[in-house]
T-cell receptor
Framework: GQNIDQPTEMTATEGAIVQINCTYQ??????LFWYQQHAGEAPTFLSY????GLEEKGRFSSFLSRSKGYSYLLLKELQMKDSASYLC??????????FGTGTRLQVFP | EPEVTQTPSHQVTQMGQEVILRCVPI?????FYWYRQILGQKVEFLVS????????KSEIFDDQFSVERPDGSNFTLKIRSTKLEDSAMYFC????????????FGDGTRLSIL
């Protein structure tokens, strides 16, 4: 079966660091992707991991442990505009994206 | 930066009618996808398309759905005889041909079935 779990909601303060966790159990695995989605808008690609380890992209970093079925997205120097849903998604060998329900992040001043 | 474009942005249709949702993928991309997102729920895969044929389809993608690439730029999703439960945001996505490139999404079409 396919199962991707993320916390439903998180809150953080402007300027802080937040870590959004994702665990997955899928019948196949090619890569793990993180997308940002503002309400009513399209998912926007942030980062992806194929191999274990940390990928850094400016204020955003993503980590993957394939043996543990675990990933996290790290957001540094939070800004108000980072308030959005963050979607964890896995691609299987058939290439489709399997999404989690998303984590709604609220950033407060 | 090149982007995926979708039209219309919002479509309101009576139940039982046919709708066609249109997408123009990024020009050098070869892999195309449709996803949908019912309000408040997660993004769900519908269908993938490569080399002028369906690569994979989900259980949602039943006989009322079809996809077509009628020319070199457009990629369409047709829903025949729409149902109330087809109301959702429909996203088109495309990606390049290198292995494990990310899929890039269009802004979506909000489909409302009355």
């Amino acid at each position: 079966g396919q199962n991707i779990d993320q916390p439903t909601e998180m809150t953080a303060t402007e300027g802080a660091i937040v870590q959004i966790n994702c665990t997955y159990q899928t019948s196949g695995f090619n890569g793990l992707f993180w997308y940002q989605q503002h309400a009513g808008e399209a998912p926007t690609f942030l980062s992806y991991n194929v191999l274990d380890g940390l990928e850094e992209k400016g204020r955003f970093s993503s980590f993957l442990s394939r043996s543990k079925g675990y990933s996290y997205l790290l957001l540094k120097e939070l800004q108000m505009k980072d308030s959005a849903s963050y979607l964890c998604a896995v691609t299987d060998p058939t290439d489709k994206l399997i999404f989690g329900t998303g984590t709604r992040l609220q950033v407060f001043p | 930066e090149p982007e995926v474009t979708q039209t219309p942005s919002h479509q309101v249709t009576q139940m039982g009618q046919e709708v066609i949702l249109r997408c123009v993928p990024i020009s050098n991309h070869l892999y195309f996808y449709w996803y949908r997102q019912i309000l408040g729920q997660k993004v769900e895969f519908l269908v993938s398309f490569y080399n002028n044929e369906i690569s994979e389809k989900s259980e949602i993608f039943d006989d009322q759905f079809s996809v077509e690439r009628p020319d070199g730029s457009n990629f369409t999703l047709k829903i025949r005889s729409t149902k109330l439960e087809d109301s959702a945001m429909y996203f088109c996505a495309s990606r390049g041909d290198r292995v494990l490139q990310p899929q890039h999404f269009g802004d979506g079409t909000r489909l409302s079935i009355l």
